[in-house]
């Protein structure tokens, strides 16, 4: 199959109940994308999810589901559908409807300056969330920088994207299964060099989700101290190759000057090739601005970008 521009990974456990309120919004969303694609991974569901994932799915050309045959975690259902994507941006995005699909845009254009772009709620004021959840997920983060010394806002956000072949790369690297993945995934981006921009994104909390205290917090746990494999090395063994991409939304993105990385590196999808309408009711103030952090000859300097991520030359990347 050829390139297409985006690709959008759901993994869904149990969630026969919730795609008909979250599926549409992000197939409205694709079907101004030209060519784009969105994946639901089953996760082993035993509810029929895979069946309404295939009915709402039917009028999106780019739509497919794939299943796995047991309930194998979060993580095996997102690089599932990493590998069998064919995005020159792959994004993937939690199944409740949580996020709100019409930041898509900014995530892909944060793609521009970075090989990874994180959707956050604890950069700006736009989660909605319980005062319980929201603790926690502070908690987890501060045992996570501890740990790994990865200093991004919000490691577990269900909202994130990737430059097509740096996400292959990763997620073909990553073991970790269960919901604790991102951090093993972006302990690698970092010893590797990748860039990672943080995009403040609207979230608001949606009863009814699989994710249980108890029983899966030990598991990321395990998860996080994987990921300090990673820590203050580059992955074992690794060489990284990264192959040319001929399409037309790579071909309208110029490598700029001084981006410190060759036009094979260079796998964009323009902020021209999305046409999104803004939000009903957009966000007044607007998001304040996205962190950026690259690792240059192993010190991480962090930079701070103007909400549109322009007017900047992005650092070189870490030689590996």
Request: charged share 20%.
């Amino acid at each position: 199959m050829d390139r297409v521009p985006v690709s959008v990974v759901i993994p869904a456990y149990n969630e026969a109940m919730r795609l008909p309120g979250s599926l549409p919004p992000l197939i409205s969303v694709m079907h101004r994308i030209p060519g784009a694609e969105v994946i639901v991974v089953d996760d082993g569901s035993t509810d029929g999810t895979a069946a309404i994932a295939e009915e709402l799915l039917a009028d999106l050309p780019g739509g497919r589901v794939l299943r796995l045959p047991w309930n194998s975690g979060k993580g095996a259902a997102v690089r599932m559908g990493v590998s069998a994507a064919h995005g020159e941006s792959i994004a993937f995005l939690d199944a409740d409807g949580a996020s709100d699909v019409n930041d898509l845009p900014l995530l892909l254009a944060a793609l521009e300056h970075a090989e990874v772009a994180l959707g956050s709620r604890r950069v700006g004021a736009g989660a909605v969330r319980s005062s319980g959840r929201r603790v926690g997920s502070w908690a987890f983060n501060q045992i996570t920088r501890s740990l790994t010394s990865l200093d991004v806002a919000d490691t577990q956000c269900g909202f994130k994207a990737f430059r097509g072949p740096e996400a292959k790369l990763l997620f073909s690297l990553a073991r970790s299964s269960g919901f604790g993945f991102d951090v093993e995934v972006l302990s690698i981006a970092r010893s590797i060099g990748y860039r990672i921009a943080e995009v403040p994104v609207r979230w608001a909390e949606i009863p009814g989700g699989t994710f249980r205290v108890t029983r899966h917090t030990p598991a990321m746990l395990v998860d996080v101290m994987r990921a300090r494999r990673y820590l203050n090395r580059s992955a074992p063994g690794l060489v990284v190759t990264r192959p040319t991409v001929q399409s037309p939304a790579a071909a309208a993105a110029p490598v700029r000057p001084g981006d410190g990385a060759s036009p094979a590196a260079q796998v964009r999808v323009p902020p021209s090739a999305v046409s999104v309408p803004a939000p009903a009711e957009p966000v007044t103030a607007g998001p304040p601005p996205a962190v950026l952090t690259a690792a240059v000859g192993g010190v991480e300097k962090p930079l701070r970008l103007p909400a549109d991520l322009g007017g900047v030359t992005p650092l070189p990347r870490k030689a590996v």
